[in-house]
């Protein structure tokens, strides 16, 4: 009876392990960091952003000069107060573009894997770092679909 029951168990583990191995079939695997790298709008969204860094550079530059210019301390003083309150505006306005645009690719990254993935029926699309081994990899699937949008 102990061999019947241990026969059992082993061909119900051999059974399981042919389960999940078939299952590895249907989990998807990209890498999100290539993906940002290699994504045409990413990379433009942060050349933009850096541009943006360089007329604040500027911007704080010029308004230093103005505050040397001032005549008394109390108008420099007062200058650099009016300075550092537009400089603060313009720094909070290129966040809240830079993260609305980061939002807008999120999106679009997301709506290309769920494309993708409901193609391949893949069930489940995991960050490549995050997988060990196994997954089908969409990564260039992925990054030419963005890039054709």
């Known amino acids: 009876m102990k061999k019947i029951l241990n026969v059992l168990l082993v061909a119900a583990f051999i059974l399981c392990a042919k389960t999940t191995a078939l299952a590895a079939n249907d989990i998807g695997v990209a890498d999100i960091t290539l993906v940002w790298d290699k994504y045409e709008k990413s990379v433009q969204i942060d050349k933009t952003a850096d541009e943006k ?16 210019q001032g005549a008394t301390p109390i108008e420099r003083k007062n200058l650099e ?15 809240k573009w830079y993260a609305a645009e980061q ?17 391949k029926n893949l069930s489940v699309v995991l960050n490549k770092k995050t997988a060990i081994y196994g997954g089908v990899d ?12």
Do not use: C, G, P, W
């Open 53 to 68: 860094d360089v007329e604040l550079e500027k911007f704080l530059l010029e308004k230093k000069r103005l505050i040397a």
């Open 81 to 95: 107060d009016k300075y550092v309150k537009e400089f603060q505006l313009k720094v909070e306005e290129t966040k």
């Open 103 to 119: 939002q807008k690719l999120e999106a679009s990254m997301m709506d290309v894997i769920k494309q993708i993935s409901t193609q």
């Open 138 to 149: 969409i990564t260039n699937e992925i990054i030419t679909a963005l890039n054709q949008k």
